[in-house]
Each structure stands twice: as C-alpha cells, then as structure tokens.
C-alpha cells in the first residue's frame, strides 16, 4: 500500500512517500526555522504564508523521489489537526486538491497518532523493522504536549495523563529564552548541557504523585529564580550548568513515569516519540536500562515530518477509514 502524506500543521511543510507505513520511499522536510528564528517562535500568520509557497514544490519533490504519480498510489494522507489552523488549511487544500483529481482515498490524521507511529518506520532499507508490541505505554513529548497513553491495539490510545501547563518542548523553548539560547529551544538547550554540570542546581521535580500528569512551570520559574539571582549580583549567568541541570530534571520526570506506567499497566514496551524525543540526554536515560523495550524513533522522524503521517495513515486505511472531502480541520483535536 502506498500513501503520499501531507503534514503543515506548525513550521514545517513536508510531503513523504511510504509503503505499508513502514518503508521510506522519499521524505521530504522544508523547515521555517530561519524565518521564525528573528521572533525567537512561530509568527502563525508568516507560517501559513510560508506553507503557500512551499507546499507544491514540496509534494511534487516527494512525489518525484518516490519516482511515482499519483495513479500509481493508493491513498493520501494528510495532518487534520492539532496545530496552527492557518497552517493546517494549506496541506488540507493541497491534499483535497490531490484527491480531487485522482480518485484517491483520502485519510485525515491527527498529528500526534503521526508522532507515535514514526516508531514504526523502518529506521534504514538495511534495518529490518522492529515494530513494538501491545500492550505499549505511549510517552508523546513535543512542542505543544506531553501525553501519557496507554494502547492496547493500533488505534486504540488511553490517556492516562498529560500536562498541567508547559509541555515538555515548550518548557525547553521557554527556559532556552531565559537563558538567552536561540530557538528552537530544545537542540540549545542539549547542546549547552553537554557542557554543564547536570547537578550543579537542584531544581525541582513535579512528580504529581498519584496522578500520571506532568507540570514544568514550576521548574521554569525555578530557572528564572537563579537567573535573576546571578543577575542581581551582577554575576554572569552560568549557562550551561543551568541547562543541564534544567534537562536532567526534565529527564527524570519523564522517564520516571513511563516506567511506572509500564510497570503498572503491564507492559514490555514503551514507545516515546515527538520533538523531545530527539534529546540526547532522554534518550541515554531510557535505554540505560533492561527491564522495558523503549522504541524511540530515529532523529530525523522525532520533530515534525509527513512520513510519520503516512505511517499513521497506513495504519488507518488498513482499518477501513477513509475521511469526505469536506472535512474540516481540527486545531485542537485529542487524540483518543
Ligand atoms: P506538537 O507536536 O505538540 O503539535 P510541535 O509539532 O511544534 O508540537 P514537534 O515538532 O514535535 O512539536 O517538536 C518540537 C519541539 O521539540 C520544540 O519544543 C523543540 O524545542 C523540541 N525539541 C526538538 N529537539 C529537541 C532536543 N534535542 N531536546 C529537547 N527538545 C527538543
Ligand atoms: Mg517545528
Ligand atoms: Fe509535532
């Protein structure tokens, strides 16, 4: 089965073609960083400006790389939502336009399925793919959630806990502004780390005993706290110390209820996926350890792509959905 995917739900405009969801027959990422990098964020409004211009050179270099047209596929996929619905508009149209003219089925999916199925994309042709087994807690951290799931088929997501307040990516996006590190926050703030003493402050972790939510607000304004303090006395600002000190409390929190959640629920494998998984110093702590299979996608499927959404895609046409072309987007849409 082959599906051509369209994903513009944030800052980045990405068409990808897979087979059976599995296998990479090209994917392509055109990434805004740099135009939003001068307001330190995602301007919304430049954003879908920027996905105008990109979107059909895009599709038609994911298309021309597969070496495919598309009577040649089987079905479109697109991201329906969550996300910014100015962006999410742009590879909306696109992909009706495409349905339009060919004929295809087309699956609209919601962008955090996408995250948590890039864990079931072959990592490499030479690679054979090691799909993780149910039942799986879900740990999904990016940009705009932190998202515990519990899934006991395909399809199947029970959430168990998300976050108060930041989400984890947001917490890295914020903190890396207060330390005066460029967006986006998370690589800064790894990178920076790599260099610091994780234990040099001893900031706080909301464990929410009892509860499998998560908040990083409170360790944000602990951030803030020493910032300040170093400022008012006129001291420099240790940078690195403070962001890995910031990672590894962020680290722990993360790790530490995935594996209770997979110890409590009875599951052998843990799959974490979204832009924070990319972090080096979570991706240490997870397979530091043999008691669970942690499947965590290859860096380049962590943040945002269309491949993760043809891979959910496959999954849903291989269940029998399909969605009308007056679907509307969803830019708050839970997944569940
Ligand atoms: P969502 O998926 O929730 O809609 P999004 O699509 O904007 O949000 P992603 O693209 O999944 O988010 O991830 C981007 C986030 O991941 C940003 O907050 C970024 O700082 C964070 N991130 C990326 N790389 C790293 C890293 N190496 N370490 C920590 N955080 C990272
Ligand atoms: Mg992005
Ligand atoms: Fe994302």
Known sequence: IRILAVETSCDETAAAVLVDGTQILSNVV???????????????????????????????SALNQAHLSLDELDALAVTRGPGLAGSLVVGMNMAKALALGSGLPLIGVNHLEGHLYSAWIQVDKDTPANPPDFPLIALIVSGGHSNLMLMKDHLQYELLGSTLDDAAGEAFDKVARLLSL?????????????????????????????????SFSGLKTAVLREVRAFQE??????VEDMAASFQ???????VEKAFMAAEQYG?????????????????????????????????????????????AGYQR????????????????????
């Open 30 to 60: 055109a990434t805004q960083i740099d135009l939003h990098i001068q307001f330190g964020g995602v301007f919304p409004e430049m954003a879908s400006r920027q996905h105008i211009l990109t979107i059909y050179p895009v599709v038609e």
């Open 182 to 214: 460029p967006y986006p926050g998370g690589p800064s703030i790894q990178k920076a780390a790599e260099k610091g003493n994780p234990t040099a402050f001893n900031f706080p972790r909301a464990r929410l005993e009892g509860t499998w939510n998560f």
């Open 233 to 238: 006395m006129g001291k420099t600002v240790p």
């Open 248 to 254: 590894a409390a962020v680290v722990d929190v993360l």
């Open 267 to 311: 599951a052998h494998h843990i799959v974490v996926a979204g832009g924070v998984s990319a972090n080096s110093g979570l991706r240490k702590a997870l397979t530091e350890q043999n008691r669970f299979e942690v499947h965590i996608p290859p860096l380049k499927f962590c943040t945002d792509n269309a491949a993760m959404i043809a891979a």
């Open 317 to 336: 046409y291989a269940h029998g959905f399909s969605d009308k072309l007056d679907m509307d987007v969803l830019p708050s849409w839970a997944l569940s």
